[in-house]
């Protein structure tokens, strides 16, 4: 019989699972601290430029974070800064999971919204047909934006990234035009008229108990945290998820596995742009209750940068994107407790969200400067050098 | 006489494996030292040590009985230490001079500019010195691997290494080009440099080594005198048991023919014909082999075969089909299955799990799939089963693809290919940078699967795996089917010179012409 004793490298199931869930806390650990020197190094750096100004950076950035978490209205407003955020990460989350560069978000955005908004205005129907009317519109919407780079990149091999940007472009002069002709609703501004009363989604000061006065909160959240639900889900337990989460992880494996690429590209780029339209809808209804010119912009981009800061993750771009929305509550606090120009305040958010987006940084210093952090923070830290001559 | 180098018990670990444990290892000046082991030994991360891109956890180097800190490669380079990758890095766009003095090129007296002359000078005056012939200003993309590699020693010789380490350097050649580099390194010899010579082919060690060190499981097993060892034993010791050298194949019995390609022409990436018109036919029960040097055709006729690639003209017929025009996934299901040679980019998804992976080609029917749902149940009891049926060593099903050592992520493509019952199996490079023990349980695989009635295609560029394996055996040159023979028949050099575009019989009687 042959000796297999120096074979057998295979471990103990049980002994097996517990070494990996240790990897995994230590990973854990080590992103966590990681992520709190990201912050701590943009604080620095942000209380140099507020020195500048001549600002007390600890009095800021205490205002800072009491304006994004320091009181019930101040939570309702994150909460309502977060809620468009968290449509617009999940949907470049789930472009960038399959494997496509979804830079369109913005204007699928747009498009959602605009179309929302006419459906919202145009029809009367009760609310249970009408909102989910509103709702459905405004994903086939964005869906069919994000139909025209993907077809331009099946049929004509465009780069998806290119056509994206470029039809960022219609989509804001187009809602543009829509608002300030066809779609005017006064003579004094670019707006439409107000959605119908059965067309919107309520606020949270509106509903009884009335919670988060002072904020535009509206229960659109539920439909973000359902979407986060059912994102996870489709991911994990369906067929279709595995083909975007292989495709994106090797376009190349996946295809000579028989994966139909044409058919989960569309898809992804298809379902991505409606999670995007959606959102538009959304904080249409909910906030804003009629489309204004410009009423907001940069969702889309913002949603990018929480998908990537969300390492690609569902919950992890949910939570971004709530960082995130939380991050420019604090600043609209800031800007009206402390009188500090607005711009100094976003300088201050985009070096946190600099920085943690950077986290990978930290690896690099530590590599350059000979000291490994990334040892310091494994258990083998003293670890010894080979002896010179 | 001090050895040149002494590594002493040198200790290294990667998260959750130990590479290297206390390893010693000495190689004496003049000799040329073949590092042998199986895959995930830990030869490479002892060189890489030795060469400062790895820092050991503990232990010491010496070079010629000095100690010596090497922090990064920069370091060794300085203390005369060169190393030749398994990929080269080489600029395809230079010359041959240009690449050898890259970084530290002569320069005229200012420093600003790169003296020209001084640079062709000086990459003859070396070529010439060593033996080495190259021709100084030929652009590396127009020279076969052979010639590169060559050139790539002559870079570390540009920075006068006296200790040269070869990383697997014959596992791109053909047997002609394998000579060439023995003789290369036996030159080396007698001008006394000293070369560690990393493989895992225990003929090369035989034929060139002087004395051999055998790894296993990152520790040393033993260093041997070559002429006081035989392969046998050499095997023995980097698998820890007895090895079959020679495959187990029982006679062959085909059947009815499955494959049936009718004057096919593919084109390559670079748009140029690279198969040009090729008629086979492969039958149940029996395995053919394609030889030949690579890139002449094999990959595109296997990509066309499989779907990867359209044909322009000609015919694939699949068990009496015509399948040339069917997408992959049809082709699949129609019982064609595929080992990649690409086996990092096509055959796994590296950093998805071991699970996602093998379920890649089964995951969309029953039982794994139910609508438009999967079964997590089913894809997980699957997966488990695949590792333990084809016995690969890993943690769980859970584990990045990429974690596995080569041969385990071979079995990983092998366990979901066979998994399917193939009636057609194509195998290309089935066992390129595997380890002994690892090519042996691909070959028998491959045997079983035909002995339970699957056609087998096996494209190697291997020539000694292609005659022991197959049945019949059909060359490749410049995209054409120079010849084909039973296996029985062939010789090396007979298959060398049809390697070669040599035929006996002229144009014409290419095909099933006289052999050996």
């Known amino acids: 019989m042959a000796d297999m004793g120096g074979l057998d490298k295979s471990l103990q199931p049980k002994s097996a699972r517990r070494a990996g869930l240790q990897r995994q806390l230590r990973s854990a650990a080590q992103r966590s601290i990681r992520i709190i020197l990201s912050i701590l190094a943009s604080m620095v750096v942000g209380s140099l430029i ?129 608002v300030n002709y066809p779609m005017r609703g006064t003579p004094t501004t670019p707006e439409t008229p107000f959605v119908q009363p059965t067309a919107k989604l309520a606020q949270f000061v509106e509903l009884p108990g009335g919670l988060g006065k002072g904020s535009q909160a509206h229960v659109g959240i539920f439909i973000a945290i359902a979407l986060v639900l059912v994102l996870w889900f489709v991911l994990k337990y369906t067929k ?102 607005r711009q100094l305040i976003d300088i201050a958010v985009g070096l946190i969200v600099f920085f943690m987006a950077a986290e990978g940084m930290w690896d690099f210093v530590a590599s350059k400067k000979g000291w490994s952090l990334s040892g310091l923070l494994r258990r083998s830290s003293g670890k010894p050098q080979v002896q010179g001559g | 006489m001090p050895p040149a180098v002494e590594m002493l018990g040198i200790r290294k670990t990667f998260p959750g494996v130990v590479a290297n444990k206390d390893v010693d290892f000495t190689v004496e000046k003049g000799e040329i030292h073949a590092l042998v082991g199986e895959n995930g030994a830990g030869k490479t991360t002892l060189m890489n040590i030795l060469y400062g891109l790895h820092q050991p956890d503990a232990g010491t180097i010496r070079l010629w009985g000095k100690p010596v800190e090497i922090r990064h490669n920069a370091d060794a380079i300085r203390l005369g230490i060169g190393m030749v990758h398994q990929s080269f890095k080489l600029v395809p766009s230079f010359t041959v001079a240009e690449n ?176 040009r018109g090729i008629s086979l036919e492969v039958r149940a029960g029996e395995i053919v082999g394609i030889a030949g040097v690579e890139g002449n055709g094999q990959r595109e006729l296997v990509e066309s075969i499989v779907g990867l690639r359209i044909p322009e003209t000609g015919k694939i017929l699949l068990n009496g089909q015509d399948v040339t025009a069917r997408s992959i996934r049809d082709r699949r299901e129609e019982g064609i299955s595929c080992v990649p040679e690409d086996r990092l980019v096509r055959g796994l998804a590296l950093p998805a799990t071991l699970e996602e992976n093998l379920i890649a080609t089964f995951y969309f029917k029953p039982p794994m799939a139910r609508g438009p749902l999967l079964s997590l149940q089913a894809t997980g009891d699957f997966a488990r089963e695949a590792i333990k049926t084809f016995d690969v060593r890993a943690v ?121």
Do not use: C
């Open chain 1, 240 to 341: 279709i998820g595995y083909e975007w989460r292989m495709a994106g992880i090797s376009s190349r494996f996946s295809q000579f596995a028989g994966i139909n690429m044409d058919r989960v590209f569309i898809l992804g780029m298809l379902v991505s742009g409606g999670i995007a339209g959606l959102g538009g809808a959304v904080e249409i209804i909910g906030v804003w209750r009629k489309y204004k010119d410009l009423f907001a912009t940069g969702f889309g981009f913002r949603g990018n940068l929480a998908a990537l800061l969300g390492r690609n993750t569902v919950f992890g771009s949910f939570v971004a994107a709530l960082f995130y929305g939380s991050m420019e509550a604090g600043a609209l606090g800031l800007e009206w407790s402390a009188g500090l120009p």
């Open chain 1, 50 to 178: 507020m020195l500048w100004y001549k600002q007390n950076p600890i009095q800021v950035y205490i205002w800072l974070f009491q304006g994004a978490f320091g009181s019930q209205r101040a939570i309702f407003i994150s909460l309502q800064r977060a809620t468009p955020l968290i449509f617009t990460a999940l949907a470049s989350m789930l472009a960038f999971r399959t494997g496509v560069f979804n830079v369109g978000v913005e204007g699928q955005f747009f498009v959602g919204a605009i179309a929302g908004t006419y459906v919202g205005y145009a029809f009367r129907l009760p609310t249970i047909i009408h909102l989910p009317l509103v709702l459905l519109v405004s994903f086939l919407a964005g869906a069919a934006w994000a139909y025209i780079p993907t077809i331009m990149r099946q049929k004509l091999g465009v780069s998806e990234i290119i056509t994206t940007i470029m039809t960022n472009y219609i989509a804001t002069f187009l809602t543009s035009y829509l």
């Open chain 2, 100 to 275: 050898i003095t890259l970084g530290a090129e002569p320069r005229h007296a200012l420093g600003l500019f790169v003296d020209r002359q001084a640079v062709l000078k000086n990459v003859t005056a070396l070529s010439k010195r060593f033996g080495l012939q190259v021709d100084p200003t030929a652009r590396i993309r127009d020279l076969p691997v052979g010639v590169q590699q060559r050139v790539e020693i002559l870079k570390t010789l540009y920075r006068s290494a006296d200790i040269l380490i070869l990383d697997e350097p014959t596992a791109v050649l053909t047997p002609q080009e394998t000579d060439d580099l023995f003789a290369v390194i036996r030159s080396l010899v007698a001008s006394g440099k000293t070369v560690i010579f990393i493989t895992h082919k225990l003929r090369e060690v035989m034929e060139i080594s002087d004395r051999v060190t055998v790894m296993r499981d990152g520790q040393v097993v033993g260093t041997k005198n070559t002429k006081d060892t035989n392969p046998a034993e050499l095997a023995r010791m980097m698998v820890g048991r007895e090895v079959l050298l020679r495959v187990n194949k029982p006679e062959a019995h085909p059947k009815e023919p499955v494959l049936r390609l009718e004057n096919l022409r593919v084109r390559d990436d670079r748009n140029l014909l690279a198969v």
């Open chain 2, 396 to 516: 769980s099903k859970d584990v990045p693809a990429a974690t596995l050592s080569g041969g385990n992520m071979q079995k990983v493509v092998l366990a979901r290919e066979m998994s399917a019952n193939p009636t057609l199996l194509i195998v290309a490079q089935p066992t390129r940078g595997l380890d002994i023990g690892s090519i042996e349980f691909v070959h028998q695989r491959i045997v079983d699967a035909r002995d339970r009635g699957a056609a087998v295609l096996l494209v190697s560029a291997e020539l000694e795996e292609v005659m022991s394996l197959s049945d019949r055996i059909a060359v490749l040159y410049e995209g054409q089917v120079v010849g084909t023979i039973d296996a029985a028949h062939a010789t090396e050099q007979g298959l060398g010179l049809w390697m070669a575009g040599i035929t006996d019989g002229g144009s014409e009687s290419r095909k099933e012409a006289a052999h050996g």
